[in-house]
């Protein structure tokens, strides 16, 4: 009865591929096949007729739309939460839980399940912590890829944990030897667990300091202890270089480090010659410092060069042998990891049956059937099913309410109203076609994918709820035909689609298929429709197992008066609440009672009564007069909806000339609106390039009394230019600010970064005041872009900054200038990008040339210009001489390093 292992990563690798593929290839498309094939190729593929494997595309289309109609994917992501291993809850997650190819081995994995809720009911849990999902770092070890130390302590460590699996449950069979367990023991029997694999991995490999041992091999500990002592000697050797450099001025500290993969120390660029003989192997960035590798610690350094290379060597070496191992290993990797993911499967499935109070069902046998026994007489025999994902929700609510109450419990009479109806399933050997009738929302359709359902789970070895011992076949395939299948895209209409489904249904059909046809022939006209279905039904009846249909037409529910295959069923409904029940009831036939459901939602009486009196003249005896009166009532009907579509015509014509007209005063104002837009902007432009001659104007004049002037004459020439600019800014302003003559105006004193209203700016704009002259009581302030001389009398103070820091304070002809933080920042300046023209270079000069080179560049910058000075580093003295001229200019607005790293250039922006 013991099958091969669904499971069995030789079987996923070997399956259906040719012979000339070699294993590594076949290992490198395990590694990569798609996510329902690795278990579901394997797994559940199932056994079919002729007619499957002559369309088994159809074939695949029809079972996954069926698994989706049935929600076995909400089924296999609810066993995820119970799976130990990351590769169990991807499987289960993406739908790839196995089923059983054939009832042996869906028989196995009950047992298996069996084994383990027994298991779980009285013991811990296996401990599958320290299983990895290996099967990518042996793809890629097969492929030839040196793998690093973690990865192949990965592999050691999931070896080591699926070894100790086996054991912790060897020992828990030996505890038990009625031979509960042995299900779980035997999927793991005869695994080989790679010790020496595994030994070899843990001697040569620390996986927690991820690095290869000394005692991987001979040479590597013979390697790293030489080359111990001579970095003991290196590095003594240059310490005491390092200490008399350092003694002797050449360093400000003693400095060992390492450069281009020597050992070497610093020493000042100016004291080099403390090292004789020594090799410069690189410079500090200032080339103030060189890095120097003394004269005799060169073999030293050689000999330690070398002993890196062998040392890398080996343990690639190393590493490449233990790669190879597990590449040669792989067949016997995927294998045990394989055994384990199917064990993890098996709890994973038990966890589950104990959660839900699921039961083992059994599988039916129609020829072994025993008159006396009245279960063993029905194919179908479940009582108290109920549907496990409603289930499932029930158990959710009734968690949830129970941690809010408190005390875990809840009343009896919250789980009545809560906790899905148990149904009872009885289908006879002989039946084929079950029909099952009754109102809407009666619960046909979920009756019948609870059947579905549970065929699924009983194949893929799970146990379902329901009470004693469940009976049922074994489908190798359940097919369902559930759902509106309309397609606008393939021009199928509700009829056609579904029609058409089962037309594939028909054609891949074998003796052991259960079939779910959920309102069978409907969407059409209903004598056709009825015809239509009897000859399919009656086809099916004589090709499957067992077919399972709902429908609302009462011709099919007569079938079974003339064909013994057939049975009915019917969904209770009560009269008195008019409410259904959710209960079926075999070999009964049941009524839409669409007439007392409209009258429980509160339909009018009128309606109801002209309704039943059309039941009544319905009957067969009545066909002719029946089809006078639908005439009649049809002419009436027609005559009426012409009438209201006359009047909706006529309100339609209203509606669109009111529209039109609201159209054309709206297209109207748009184009009033844009006129006046257009207009708006010419005037707007005339007045920008009207202000921008003058500008040009004025900014020509100043450099041209600027060049002809000499320097004394540079601030009258920038008082006129300043002048010009203020009453051309001043001609342009909207609106203009005006003092109340009860302000007492003389009483402001203005302070460098005031925000104050000037006359002649604009009433709602302020400027900022950057510069006070003493000489005549007046100030410079800055407005945008723009400088203005203006007297106090003519300011107003608008906001006065508390937190304004001054950069310096200069004295210059006569007044103070004190230069904010604020302002400099608000200033435009040139972009700081360093030309020729912007640099002056003082490295090299004296201090006294390099302090005039540096006051004729500023002198020579123009305002708002960015000029970078390079000092250097050295010895220091040019870096300071130029700092102190630049920290105390006064046309020198800020200064900054050009770089956090580059302390050998400053850039200085000049006002």
Known sequence: MATTSTTNLTLLLSWKLPSRFSLTTRLLRASHTPPRRLWTAAASRTVVSPALTETPEAAEELRLETESALEWGGVCARLADFAATAAGRAACAEGRVPVGRSREESERLLEQTAAAVALLSSLPPLDFGGVGDVFAVVAAAARGRLLAVREICGVGRSLRAARGV???????????????????????????????????????????????????????????????????????????????????????????????????????????????????????????????????????????????????????????????????????????????????????????????????????????SNQFDSSSACSVFIEGIQHPLLLEQFLGVVKEAAAEVGNGQLSEEHHVSAMPIPLDMRVKNDTRIVVISGPNTGGKTATMKTLGLVSLMSKAGMFFPAKGRPRLPWFDQVLADIGDHQSLENSLSTFSGNISRLRKIVQVVSKDSLVLIDEIGSGT???????????????????????????????????????????????????????????????????????????????????????????????????????GLLYDS????????????????????????????????????????AALRARESQTVQQELKFVKTQMDLIIKNFEVQLQNSKLEQYNSAMRKAEAATASLAAAHQPTEFTFSDDEDKSSYVPQIGDKVYVEGLGGGSTATVVEILSEDGSCIVQYGKIKARTKNNKMKLAQRDTKETSASSIQKKGRTVKQSTAEAASISFAPAVQTSKNTVDLRGMPVAEASQELQMAIDGCRSYQVLFVVHGMG?????????????????????????????????????
């Open 166 to 368: 086996f054991e912790q449950l060897k020992g828990l069979a030996e505890e038990m030897p009625d031979g509960r367990f042995s299900p779980l023991l035997g999927i793991l029997q005869d695994c080989d667990f790679l010790t020496e694999l595994v030994h070899m991995i843990e001697f040569c490999l620390d996986s927690n300091l991820s690095m290869v041992l000394d005692r991987a091999s001979d040479k590597l500990g013979t390697i790293r202890k030489e080359r111990k002592m001579n970095v003991d000697v290196l590095e003594s050797l240059l310490r005491d270089m390092s200490t008399k450099i350092f003694q002797a001025g050449g360093v400000d500290s003693p400095l060992v480090t390492k450069r281009r993969s020597r050992m070497c120390v610093g020493v000042k660029a100016s004291h080099k010659h403390l090292v004789p003989g020594g090799i410069v192997l690189s410079s500090s960035g200032s080339g103030a410092t060189y890095f120097m590798e003394p004269r005799d610690a060169v073999q030293v350094n050689n000999k330690e060069v070398k002993l890196a290379g062998d040392e890398r060597a080996e343990v690639l070496a190393v590493l490449g042998l233990l790669t190879s191992r597990i590449a040669d290993s792989r067949m016997k990797i995927g294998h045990l990891m394989g055994k384990i993911l199917e064990l993890d499967l098996a709890c994973a499935r038990g966890s589950y049956a104990l959660q839900i109070n699921g039961v083992r069902p059994a599988f039916t046998d129609r020829d072994n």
């Open 525 to 627: 006209d209903p004598s056709e429709g009825v015809s239509l279905s009897t000859s399919i039904l009656k086809y099916l009846a004589g090709r499957l197992n067992l077919t399972i249909v709902t429908t609302h037409y009462a011709d099919l529910s007569r079938l079974k008066s003339v064909d013994d295959r057939f049975e009915n069923a019917a969904m209770e409904f009560c009269l008195e609440t008019l409410k259904p029940t959710y209960r079926i009831l075999w070999g009964s036939t049941g009524n839409s009672n669409a007439l007392s459901i409209a009258k429980s939602i509160g339909f009018d009486q009128k309606i109801l009564d002209r309704a039943q009196e059309w039941v009544e003249k319905l009957l067969p005896d009545k066909q002719k007069e029946r089809q």
């Open 634 to 673: 049809l002419r009436e009907e027609r005559n009426l909806l012409e009438s209201e579509a006359n009047e909706a015509a006529s309100v339609l014509s209203d509606v669109e000339g009111l529209y039109n007209e609201i159209r054309s005063e709206a297209d109207d104002l748009d184009n009033r609106v």
């Open 875 to 911: 010895t220091g003295a040019v870096k300071e001489c130029a700092l102190g001229i630049l920290r105390t200019h006064p046309r020198v607005a800020k200064i900054e390093d050009e770089s956090p790293l580059n302390y050998g250039c400053t850039v200085a922006y000049i006002e």
